[in-house]
C-alpha cells in the first residue's frame, strides 16, 4: 500500500509561484511513475506533470510546459511541482498520483492508470 500527502497549497497573486509537496509512504520502494493532477468543479481532472522514477524522465502538459517544473527526492520519498507564473486559470483543487508501474507515456496523463491518490492541496490565483 502507498499513501501520499500533499502540502504547499495556498492563495497567490498572478504571476506569482507555489510549490507543491507531496510526501509519500508505505511501498514507496515499487512506486515507478508518479503524477501531478488538477481539477476544478465541473471539468474533469487534469494530468499536468508526471516522473519516471527510476530514470527521472519528467513529461509537462502543454498547459503548464515551461512554467511548472516536476521534481523528486527518492531518498526522502518526496516529489515536488514548482509552479511560476501562476494565472487564474491554475486555480484548482491539485492532487498527486502513484503507479507501480512505468506508465507509457502517451498514458501518462490518464487518471485510470494511477492506483493511489494523495487528498489535494487547494491552489488559489487571484
Known amino acids: 500500500d502507498v499513501q501520499l500527502v500533499e502540502s504547499g497549497g495556498g492563495s497567490v497573486r498572478p504571476g506569482g509561484s507555489l510549490r507543491l509537496a507531496c510526501a509519500a509512504s508505505g511501498y514507496t520502494s515499487g512506486i515507478q511513475t508518479m503524477a501531478w493532477f488538477r481539477q476544478t468543479p465541473g471539468k474533469e481532472c487534469e494530468g499536468i506533470a508526471a516522473?519516471?522514477?527510476?530514470?527521472?524522465?519528467?513529461y509537462y502538459a502543454d498547459s503548464v510546459k515551461g512554467r511548472f517544473t516536476i521534481s523528486q527526492d527518492n531518498a526522502k520519498n518526496m516529489m515536488y511541482l514548482q509552479m511560476n507564473s501562476l494565472k487564474p486559470e491554475d486555480t484548482a483543487l491539485y492532487y498527486c498520483?502513484?503507479?507501480?508501474?512505468?506508465?507509457?507515456?502517451?498514458?501518462?496523463?490518464?487518471?485510470?492508470?494511477?492506483?493511489?491518490w494523495g487528498q489535494g492541496t487547494q491552489v488559489t490565483v487571484s
Open positions: 516522473v519516471h522514477m527510476g530514470g527521472g524522465s519528467t
Open positions: 498520483a502513484a503507479s507501480l508501474y512505468m506508465i507509457q507515456i502517451q498514458m501518462r496523463f490518464r487518471a485510470g492508470e494511477y492506483g493511489w
